[in-house]
């Protein structure tokens, strides 16, 4: 669309709630002299590249992404809303994510790798018909999920409500596939869910490559002195005060090897014992979900006898990182929920350790510090 002028919408001239709910907008003129509506689309995956949706309010079985018009004002920064601006924004007002909180920017640019489609509302009687819009382009920004909640169970992480003065556009959302999502989405709108399955091989070869180059190998030893928050945190799983304090300050040492494996995403971890020569633990972290059975007493997982516990591994995006990229073990025991997130920072390895009580709703959390020895 060489010939293309892009406008800021004028003032509506349709004074019906549709239109009141739709402030102006940045559109576009084609060649043809057909008017286009700009808008933004918020994909945001999780770590099994699934991306999350919502139903929409009346219109059972209607699945979709936010999404929303490029807002055509000026913003306190004195300059337009961007494509990305606007993901961000629908994002928090439609499903209350926000951004480096629980979600992140894939390293995608969208201006030297677009991903749009456009598609026609001619016909439907809506609001944008009215306001002589031939249809909307979409313009897809793309997310990855940095809060586990997040990728477990969307519904205990979003705000369906409607924030920033805005209606509520969904009544539930969850995880699909995109092959479910352009299945499923409403025929008039799936141009833009089909353009962004051609470009998803490329999101998930970006994001895989991206975890693979997280260089946790070598031995790693904690520096206890710069670590914050064990004391509470061995107390919180049962140790007495006396045990807490010396386990805090005892020696941690640990050795991550990348296994050679087709995708280089899991790892072994060899964990010593406080003389800091002798193993006491090797263990496979795979991806997805797997059992780990422990024999005796265990001051993280509880019980005196043994016994097995569910655990899983993915990567998350992690703000504080590096590369904004963080491997997470979560782990169910008979004393509570545990999520382990390692990132590398500075060269060094950070381990942060959040753990909930069984009964209890206060979150404990613990941040370790190691370095290569």
């Not at 479910?180 to 070869?205: A, C, H, M, T």
Request: proline letters at 4%; aromatic letters at 10%.
């Amino acid at each position: 669309f060489a010939s293309m002028h892009l406008f800021s919408s004028p003032v509506p001239k349709y004074d019906d709630a549709a239109t009141r709910r739709h402030p102006p907008s940045r559109h576009i003129v084609d060649e043809n002299g057909l008017k286009w509506r700009l808008c933004a689309g918020a994909a945001v995956f999780n770590s099994k590249n699934e991306i999350l949706v919502g139903e929409r309010i009346g219109k059972k079985g209607s699945w979709q992404a936010p999404q929303g018009g490029v807002d055509a004002s000026v913003g306190k920064n004195g300059k337009l809303e961007t494509f990305t601006d606007a993901a961000i924004r629908e994002l928090f007002e439609e499903v209350g994510l926000e951004t480096g909180k629980h979600v992140l920017l894939e390293k995608i640019d969208p201006e030297i790798t677009p991903i749009k489609c456009q598609y026609t509302t001619t016909g439907t009687g809506s609001w944008l018909e009215n306001e002589g819009f031939s249809g909307q382009e979409l313009n897809w920004i793309i997310f990855r999920c940095v809060d586990s909640t997040l990728e477990c169970n969307p519904s205990l992480s979003c705000t369906l409500s409607g924030l920033n003065g805005e209606s509520a556009e969904f009544n539930s959302v969850r995880w699909v596939s995109l092959d479910w999502v352009v299945e499923n989405v409403w025929s008039g709108k799936r141009g833009p869910y089909e353009k962004l399955k051609d470009f998803y091989p490329q999101i998930i070869k970006t994001w895989e490559t991206r975890c693979s180059e997280v260089d946790f190998n070598g031995k790693w030893s904690r520096e206890s002195e710069r670590s914050v928050g064990l004391f509470d945190a061995l107390v919180s799983r049962g140790a007495s005060e006396e045990k807490a304090t010396t386990s805090a300050s005892e020696p941690y040492v640990q050795i991550w090897q990348r296994l050679d494996d087709s995708r280089k995403l899991d790892f072994k971890v060899l964990t010593f014992d406080k003389d800091t020569e002798s193993i006491r633990r090797e263990l496979i972290y795979p991806l997805g979900k797997f059992t780990e059975a422990y024999e005796g007493t265990s001051m993280l997982f509880g019980g005196v006898d043994g016994g097995l516990i569910q655990r899983e591994c993915f990567y998350l995006a992690e703000p504080d990182a590096d590369e904004e990229i963080a491997h997470v073990t979560t782990s169910v025991t008979p004393r509570g929920r545990e999520e382990s997130r390692r990132y590398l920072k500075n060269g060094e390895l950070i381990l942060r350790r959040s753990f909930w009580h069984t009964g209890r709703m206060e979150e404990v959390v613990s941040t370790e510090v190691f370095v290569r020895c």
